[in-house]
């Protein structure tokens, strides 16, 4: 094992009841919470125009979905790194960094030595050190609470790899923290829980939940499982035990929040509308430094697109409304999973389709959630282009919830 230290001394966390312990709670100034965070107060449209120059285009339609971007393509490495969750990607943009010189540090998160899916964050100096974060795990974990110590070591030059509720808080306070250079690669998120919370799920998937290494929500409507011995098994959706899961299985903030697709990164490396590879959005100028950096180290091609999302789409609201309003999931007949669940993958939305469903679906949950719970959140929480997400499935504003846009 490398020198990366993965028990750093971190304050407290205040108790907030819409907070994924971002990091900022925990460093020197904790008021600026107010202003860091996507759950209080975001200005979606102000920092993009900070971070891209511009927001979102509304005469290219996509830009409603991901967020601005200079090309979206699909991608993988021609020679896919062990144990990265999907070809590593990630991983490679920041080792060049490193190898190159083009930053002091990496700030990500690395698996907590007594749990392989508890993230912790980490300090990476050393390209040979990034192989250790590969992977997902599920959880929260202050990667931001390590900015201060590492601009306090001298390390300016930063490239941070974060999921969207960090990033926003990142950019929101970009300007005051003082940066030589900053590169934020950014995967998208969506579905996550504490990591308590996980291991319950992953027992209810196997008897031997310890021996599961990898698991990850395909685009193809599978969850891929791999295994110690080095078994693959791909479970439908529909035959996942998700409505046995307790209502609070997914936190508030997770059930809530507007980024599904990290916007305000400078690349987003995802996997959603890569139909079995991954997916990138180049967002900026900095995103398209990061790919050359790559060279013919990966493969990049079209994005493709097929089916329609309208009635999936649908079909999921009316259950988030049953699951929002204390009613259990409508289940399906055991008889007719396997056969939908065979169907999905062919007549369902794929590629970017699929990615704009997911999006749609995830604003949906937003605003049938903060109804439920929340509602006075809505009108700062919940910003313009959200409602324009799910105007198509009947859900408008009222007087209270309509969001002021502090550009306007
Ligand atoms: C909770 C969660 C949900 C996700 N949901 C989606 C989704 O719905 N659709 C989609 O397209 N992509 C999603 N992703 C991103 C996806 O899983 C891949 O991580 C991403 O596509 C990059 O793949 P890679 O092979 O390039 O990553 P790798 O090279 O393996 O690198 C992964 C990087 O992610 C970091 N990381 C791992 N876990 C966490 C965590 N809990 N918090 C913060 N950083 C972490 C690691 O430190 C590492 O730097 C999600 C990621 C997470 C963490
Ligand atoms: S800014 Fe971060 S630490 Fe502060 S309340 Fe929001 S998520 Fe929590
Ligand atoms: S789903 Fe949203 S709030 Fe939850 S961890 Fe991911 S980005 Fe943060």
């Given amino acids: ?49 900070a ?29 896919p790194l062990t144990g990265a969750q999907w070809t590593g990607i990630t991983t490679r943009l920041a080792e060049r960094l490193l190898e190159t010189g083009a930053i002091d540090a990496v700030l990500t998160m690395a698996p907590d030595p007594s749990d392989k899916w508890r993230p912790v964050p980490v300090l990476v100096t050393k390209a040979e050190d990034m192989a250790q974060c590969r992977g997902m795990r599920m959880g929260y974990a202050p990667l931001l609470a390590l900015l201060e110590p590492a601009l306090q070591q001298g ?11 960090q990033i926003y808080a990142l950019r929101a306070l970009e300007k005051e923290l003082g940066f030589e250079r900053l590169f934020v690669i950014g995967t998208p998120c969506s579905d996550n829980t504490t990591t308590a919370n996980f291991h319950d799920f992953l027992n209810l998937l196997s008897d031997d939940p310890d021996s599961i ?77 990061l790919v050359r950096l790559l060279g013919d180290e990966v493969c990049l091609s079209e994005p493709g697109s097929a089916g329609k999302r309208k009635g999936a789409v649908t079909g999921f609201m ?4 049953r699951a929002a309003g204390g009613l259990p ?21 794929r590629g970017l389709e699929f ?13 049938l959630h903060l109804r439920r719970q929340m509602p ?20 408008k504003p009222d007087d209270a919830e309509r969001a002021v846009d502090p550009n306007m």
């Fill in 318 to 321: 009316a259950n988030v409304e």
């Fill in 355 to 367: 990615a704009r469903a997911r999006v749609e679906m995830k604003a949906i949950e937003t605003i």
């Fill in 213 to 289: 290494t990898y698991l990850e929500f395909r685009a193809d409507y599978h969850v891929e499982l791999r295994f110690k011995d080095g078994r693959k098994k791909a479970i439908p959706f529909l035959q996942l035990p998700l409505s046995t899961l307790p209502p609070d299985f997914f936190p508030l903030t997770c059930r809530t929040c507007v980024d599904y697709t990290n916007v305000l990164a400078d690349i987003t490396v995802g996997y959603m509308g890569g139909q079995g590879e991954q997916w990138l959005l180049v967002r900026n100028d900095r995103g398209e430094e």
């Fill in 329 to 349: 999931l409508r289940k399906m007949p055991n008889w007719l999973r396997p056969i939908i669940g065979w169907l999905m993958p062919k007549i369902g939305p």
């Fill in 1 to 49: 094992m490398s020198g990366l230290d993965l028990s750093p001394q971190l304050a407290p966390m205040p108790h907030r009841r819409l907070c994924t312990d971002c990091g900022i709670s925990r460093s020197s100034e904790p008021s600026r919470c107010g202003k860091a965070c996507q759950f209080i107060e975001p200005d979606y449209t102000g920092l993009e125009t």
């Fill in 376 to 395: 006075r959140k809505i009108k700062t929480m919940v910003p313009p282009h959200v409602w324009t997400l799910v105007e198509p499935y009947g859900l």
């Fill in 51 to 79: 971070v891209h120059g511009r927001a979102r285009d509304p005469s290219r339609p996509d830009e409603l979905f991901f967020g601005p971007f200079k090309r979206m393509v699909r991608a993988s490495l021609a020679k």
């Fill in 155 to 165: 390390y300016k030059r930063l490239a941070i790899i974060g999921i969207p509720c």
